[in-house]
């Protein structure tokens, strides 16, 4: 994993920024970081006003100590959109990865609210607002979070299936946000998805061989006398009997269907795909099937796949990396068994803590998250987990956190160090 960028807008500096400073260092308890607001991201420029409270101890933060402390950008300001600054403990940082395969850069998806007599739009629903991550070739990358929280907003936006409202989303070296009908055509045969509904997402008056076969002509593949054994081919690597493929979606179980699905996306031999609650629509007793099949496809082929899921039981079975997403915006993203084993973001702690441990002799603190989660159209400013969270402080409204390394490949969204 590669370090994040900080490319979030710097505003001038006003005095209401030095006022900001001002207020941030006064309302900063005891046990936290040491914040100030800087005009540069550089640390060496600091200009407010000098640091309080500098009791931060390294295994508050979670941070393996050396004794070292570095000066980090933790978040922007809402008044001024300034950086604000904090002194943390500094760790020696996850080594640079091969180039992504994918790269998604401050991608937004905001809904416009038409409303009033004209059909003016009044306000807007911020699905996705600010996402940033790469997916290396041949990881599987879950992306977990409560309903709303804009998974499969994210998870249609890359394929362009949902056009972006701003952002970048860089496969293989080119910025699917910026490419032509032409240009999108060919870069889908390579980005795939699988949808969580496979009787919604199969058109119930073709055979599954015209389902599957349609996928192969969009693209020009397998055509004439080769289309109907690639067919049979996918659907036995699929679990599906080959002459099966002269039946219609009704006539399989929802299992099967899903596996025609799984078949229709791979049609294209694939790079990179998106598997939008692949399972959460079937019995219990199948799911791990699929969940099984899935896995092995992925290892054979070398396939990338963003595994999109509220079941953090099964994104840890399966995922190398997991993305937590809240209220629009990515919350944390570490390796799986460090993201259960040591959360760094009070989210995901709470997240969790509702999980279902599959060790009964762990018992795990339940967190319960008060209230339901805020509306999109109207999100809580500064930290938009902070009316929910146990640790919020009265800066968390203050201060945009920013997704920042906080150990090794781990990155979080928090402005608090002294916490977890
Ligand atoms: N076409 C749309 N028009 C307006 N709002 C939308 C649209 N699609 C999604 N939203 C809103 O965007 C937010 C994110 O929705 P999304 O479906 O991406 O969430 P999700 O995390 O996938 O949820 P779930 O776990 O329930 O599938 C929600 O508030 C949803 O109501
Ligand atoms: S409310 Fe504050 S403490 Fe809680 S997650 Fe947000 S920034 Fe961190
Ligand atoms: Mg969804």
Redo the contacts with the bound molecule.
């Keep these: 994993m590669t370090r994040m960028d900080n490319d979030t807008p710097q505003g001038p500096q006003t005095d209401a920024a030095t006022r900001t400073g001002a207020t941030i260092t006064e309302i900063i308890p005891g046990p936290a970081a040491t914040l100030t607001v800087s005009d540069n991201v550089s640390a060496s420029q600091t200009t407010a006003p000098a640091p309080v409270s500098a009791d931060v101890t390294a295994s508050a933060a979670g941070v393996q100590p050396s004794g070292a402390m570095q000066t980090v950008m933790i978040g922007t300001s809402v008044q001024t959109g300034e950086p604000v600054m904090a002194e943390v403990p500094a760790f020696t940082a996850a080594g640079e990865r091969s180039e992504p395969l994918l790269s998604v850069r401050n991608l937004q998806k905001h ?1 416009p609210i038409k409303g009033g007599f004209f059909g003016r739009t009044v306000g807007s ?1 911020k ?2 607002d600010g996402v940033d991550f790469d997916l290396f070739r041949g990881e599987v990358v879950g992306l977990v ?10 998870g249609r936006t890359l394929l362009r299936l ?1 056009e972006p409202t701003g952002g970048d989303v860089i496969f293989k070296g080119q910025d699917v946000v910026k490419m032509n009908k032409r240009q999108l055509r060919e870069v889908r045969r390579d980005m795939q998805i699988i949808f ?1 509904d496979p009787f919604a997402s199969l058109d119930p008056r073709m055979t599954v061989e015209e389902v599957i076969g349609e996928a192969l002509d969009i693209h020009k593949l397998h055509q004439g006398a080769e289309r109907k054994p690639r067919v049979a081919e996918l659907l036995q690597r699929v679990g599906i009997r080959p002459e099966q493929m002269v039946r219609y979606p009704h006539e399989f179980s929802g299992g099967q269907r899903q596996r025609i699905g799984i078949a229709r996306a791979l049609a294209v031999s694939p790079d990179f795909i998106v598997a ?2 692949p399972v959460s629509a079937l019995d219990v007793s199948i799911q791990a099937q699929v969940v099984n099949l899935l896995q092995d496809l992925q290892q054979e082929l070398g396939l990338t796949v963003l595994f ?1 899921a ?1 079941d953090l039981l099964v994104v840890e079975y399966i995922c190398d990396r997991i993305i937590v ?1 809240y209220l ?1 915006k990515i919350m944390e993203i570490a390796p799986s068994h460090q993201l259960n084993n040591d959360p760094q973001h009070p989210y995901t702690e709470a997240l969790l803590s509702a999980a279902p441990v599959p060790d009964p002799t762990i018992k795990r603190q339940r967190i319960i998250l008060e209230g339901d989660i805020p509306s ?1 159209i109207n999100p809580p400013s500064g930290c938009v987990f902070r009316t929910r969270c146990r640790y919020a402080i009265p800066q968390c409204a203050e201060v945009v956190p920013a997704l920042r390394e906080v150990k090794p490949g781990q990155f979080k969204a928090c402005i608090r160090d002294d916490i977890l």
């Design positions: 809904f629903v699905a996705v979070g409560e309903s709303g929280s804009g998974k499969t907003t994210v949902v969580q939008d609650e999109i509220h997403m629009g999109p």
